[in-house]
């Protein structure tokens, strides 16, 4: 069961579990009873996660960028990394098109069906959505996820359409927050310089360069921006030694927390 412990303005303190929540009711209540134990209280936006506190778990780690940044390349070198030191890692890709949300974003990104703006839009979300659980899962039993993209993506490639930031964000509230996003920075004539683009929705330079100033104004706290136009080997260590950092103050303990901010 999910124990999702939310402090908003708009929202009371809701504490799930019986026996859990009278727990951590009796720790907010009274903190110096516990001092080794954290509780963070969430501010404006964000919630926390929790399964009991300070409990090691995997990280979320999201690469993001426009396409061809090298996403999926460094995911997936990214992951080898990580298997060859032994951690427990798996690499997941947004859109999924394995499931049936999926083959409707896959046919509408192929151009094979077409569909009004907000709808593709909750679509990307919903396909984010049917995954959340498995994530938590995941996360919770050390595992670590590196992500080829996630709600960034959904926030960029929607309002570059002209969709409000805001009503974009909306169905991404709750979605697990990550724990580092990797943006792979590179200028939309760049990235088309590297061919392959044309054979899906999205993929003009007109359109990128609008996406790419919209993922700038989304950054936050959890970004690394990384240049996407050193040497691959280059990009590789830098993400190594970021995600290991990541992983470890994740090992020790880091709560869980919800979009959209943390
Ligand atoms: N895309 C991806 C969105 O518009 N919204 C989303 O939420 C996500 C996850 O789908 N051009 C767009 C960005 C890409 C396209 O992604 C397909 P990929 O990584 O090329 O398979
Ligand atoms: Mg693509």
């Not at 896959?106 to 995954?131: C, G, M």
């Not at 995941?138 to 309002?159: E, N, P, W």
């Not at 044309?198 to 993929?203: A, D, L, N, T, W």
């Not at 104004?217 to 260590?237: F, G, N, R, V, Y």
Request: aromatic share 8%; glycine share 8%; hydrophobic share 35%.
């Amino acid at each position: 069961m999910t124990h999702v412990c939310c402090l908003t303005p708009s929202r009371a303190l809701y504490v799930g579990g019986s026996a859990l929540g009278n727990l951590l009711k009796a720790r907010l209540k009274f903190p110096q009873k516990y001092p080794n134990r954290q509780i963070r209280m969430a501010t404006t936006h964000n919630s926390i996660v929790t399964s009991g506190n300070s409990e090691s778990r995997g990280a979320l780690i999201v690469l993001e960028g426009l396409d061809r940044s090298g996403k999926t390349s460094q995911s997936s070198s990214l992951l080898k990394y990580l298997e060859r030191l032994g951690h427990s890692a798996e690499l997941w890709r947004f859109p999924d098109r394995s499931t049936n949300v999926g083959q409707m974003i896959s046919s509408y990104l192929s151009n094979k069906s077409q569909l009004d703006d907000h709808t593709i839009h909750l679509l990307f979300s919903a396909n984010r959505w049917e995954r959340r659980s498995l994530m938590e899962t995941k996360l919770k039993t050390g595992t670590t996820l590196i992500v080829d993209r996630y709600s960034y993506s959904g926030v960029a490639f929607s309002s570059a359409k002209g969709l409000g930031v805001e009503w974009c964000k909306a169905p991404e509230i709750g979605l697990l927050a990550p724990d580092l996003v990797l943006y792979l920075d590179i200028q939309p004539e760049q990235a088309a310089g590297r061919g392959g683009y044309g054979s899906e929705r999205y993929e003009q330079l007109e359109f990128q360069r609008k996406v790419a100033q919209c993922y700038q104004d989304l950054h936050d706290a959890s970004w690394k921006i990384i240049d996407a136009c050193q040497p691959m080997e280059d990009i590789e260590k830098q993400l190594q030694n970021i995600v290991l950092d990541c992983i470890t103050t994740c090992q020790n303990g880091k709560p869980l927390s919800n979009l959209w901010s943390i």
